[in-house]
């Protein structure tokens, strides 16, 4: 099994078919997308693919180190970025195709309208970890 993190973008990915932002969607439309997103997951959990999954704010931080007793610095309170994650989801999953498959019915949540969005999720394998050498 390899985990996979599936990366969902306010912006910076190629535009969704359905690409009305959400912040234009009605109360009804976000909660069904929501469901979707919860109802995914689930099923994943039943298959034993789910390991975790999150919903990101809009708003964030950079901040790195500045040195020994110095504040960190901050890019803020919004990050100046052409890419923002929405959210991210990781899965379990035995093949880099069942990861992309999975993307793929992630991709088909409702947005605008009800209709899917077919956003572009981006699908990033976890770094192994170094094997381990005995002697």
Known sequence: MAKYLLLKHYRGA???VNDVPMDQWTPEEVSAHMRYMQDFAARLEG???FV?????SPEGTFVRYDGEGRPPVTDGPFAETKDLIAGWMVIDVDTYERA???AGELSAAPGA????IHEWL????FLGDAPTITE
């Open 113 to 116: 309208g009800g209709k899917p």
């Open 122 to 125: 981006e699908v990033r394998p």
């Open 52 to 56: 975790d999954g999150q919903a990101l």
């Open 47 to 49: 298959t034993g693919e």
């Open 14 to 16: 190629p535009a969704a």
């Open 100 to 102: 992309v498959e999975l």
